[in-house]
């Protein structure tokens, strides 16, 4: 199960309702390039094919809203891309997740800042 997370936007932490959804937080946890088949068989395995393909667009629509909560309506999404094959999420200043930090942070010279940010906490980095 995914847990509470910290997403941020423009480098300011978010609340959005979007990230309270299981699986929106669950896309964001994957590889930042899944095909559609993938993302549909790691979330809802099993589930009839329209089924699923229905809540992979539901999910992606709740998606986008979390970083770009301000674009309309068929408006293309820079954060979240997504073609006939594929999902692409555009890591970066506009939308960074704290567990995607964390698993950057693997170097044992930043083990403090990684046990930092799992806690929830500031890192702390030495000097």
Known sequence: MIGPMRVTRNG???DRPELRRVRVRQLLVLR????????????????????????????????????EPDRAGGEASYCVRSDADAIRLVRGGMLTADLW????LTDADQLAQ??????????????
């Open 32 to 67: 930042p390039v899944l095909s559609r088949d993938q993302v549909v068989d790691l979330l809802w395995p099993g589930l009839e094919p329209a089924s699923a393909a229905r809540n992979l667009r539901v999910t992606t629509t709740h998606l986008r809203r979390l970083p």
């Open 101 to 104: 930090s964390l698993h950057e």
């Open 12 to 14: 300011v932490a978010t």
């Open 114 to 127: 990684a046990v930092a940010l799992w806690r929830g906490g500031a890192a702390h980095r030495p000097g």
